[in-house]
């Protein structure tokens, strides 16, 4: 008997993840309109709880907040794709005088590490920045394509979210199904909106520490990086690692001084280690008791299911699935073993 269930769901597991495969390009548009109503409404509790306790405006007050909080997200992202998009366009237009300056960092250091001329130079022949930028682009033009089919999703989602309640009561067979499927589904939403809440805000300090130490020296496209810092907290681990790196690498190689590479290392990677490594954790807690090994892991198969969407969404997605999986009694050890701690 436990055979059989280990072999249906095991059947079942590779059934989905052949789906997913498959028709990415239906359901991550529709995955990430769900990243943003979670977004959305996290914005809107903490507008809410403002007008509510704090003015003392009530009435209205849902409405309002909803309003202000589309507004945020949508000018939000509209001026992070136009940082985006105008840095690479500069970057385009100007990619032989940086192929040029990387080339000439690249030799220098070789020399000062006593590396043979030929060895650097067969490295800088395989650079090759104008595929790498081709790549961007290709990139960007995905996920612009995919922005008005993501917008109608978000949109109906919002208009549907008042008969959520009326679908769980009508597809629960007994009064105690629907407690358990409305507690289900309250305890997923409240645990993603937290997470989501605090990683948002965490990203933007980041981004704007980091935007100031960049700004201080003079680092070209600053904002960029800066946005690109936001963007990439999202992704654990490696995210903050990758976005990191680029920038403190451009400080070296734009100045050819020292002084300015360790401010902007001091304010980026100070703003990594103490945001990301001391206030997020005590404010983030157990919100989503997921173990390190298996974001690790998720950050993994997610990334190569979906590219660099599917590491964004990877930490909320193993968030979820943990969740549903600690509501099944035969599937509640999974649960445990996907958990920090054990506990569910």
Not at 22 to 51: C, E, Q, T, Y
Not at 221 to 241: K, Q
Request: aromatic share 10%; proline share 2%.
């Amino acid at each position: 008997m436990e055979k059989s269930k280990f072999t249906s769901y095991l059947f079942n597991t590779i059934l989905i993840i052949s789906f997913l495969a498959i028709a990415r390009d239906i359901v991550l548009p529709f995955i990430i309109a769900i990243f943003f109503w979670f977004l959305i409404n996290a914005m809107k509790g903490s507008f809410k709880h403002f007008f509510d306790n704090i003015i003392g405006l009530k009435r209205g007050s849902g409405f309002i907040s909803l309003i202000l909080s589309l507004f945020i997200v949508s000018y939000g992202v509209y001026e992070i794709g136009n940082i985006i998009g105008s840095n690479i366009i500069s970057a385009s237009q100007n990619i032989s005088s940086i192929e040029g300056e990387v080339k000439m960092f690249i030799n220098k250091t070789a020399a000062a590490l006593h590396v043979s001329p030929e060895s650097a130079q067969n490295f800088v022949k395989g650079l090759n920045f104008k595929a790498v930028l081709a790549n961007l682009l290709s990139s960007i033009t995905s996920i612009l394509r995919n922005a008005g089919l993501v917008a109608i999703y978000v949109l109906f989602i919002l208009l549907e979210e008042k008969s959520f309640h009326k679908k769980i009561k009508a597809i629960s067979s007994t009064e105690a199904k629907r407690k358990k499927l409305e507690k289900t589904m309250q305890n997923i939403n409240l645990k993603i909106r937290k997470w989501l809440g605090i990683k948002t805000v965490m990203s933007i300090a980041t981004g704007v520490v980091s935007y100031i130490g960049m700004s201080i020296v003079g680092l070209n496209n600053a904002e960029f990086w800066a946005v690109l810092i936001f963007l990439l907290n999202y992704i654990p681990t490696f995210g903050s690692i990758v976005s990191s790196i680029f920038p403190i690498l451009m400080a070296l190689i734009q100045f050819h001084t020292l002084t300015p590479f360790i401010i902007v290392t001091t304010f980026i990677v100070g703003a990594q280690i103490i945001i990301g490594n001391v206030i997020d954790p005590k404010l983030m807690g157990k919100s989503l008791n997921l173990s390190p090994v298996v974001i690790l892991l998720s950050l993994a198969a997610w990334g190569s299911l979906w590219g660099i969407a599917g590491m964004f969404l990877c930490v909320p997605l193993m968030a979820i699935v943990m969740l549903i999986l600690s509501e099944i009694e035969g599937t509640k050890n999974v649960a445990r073993l996907l958990s920090q701690d054990g506990e569910i």
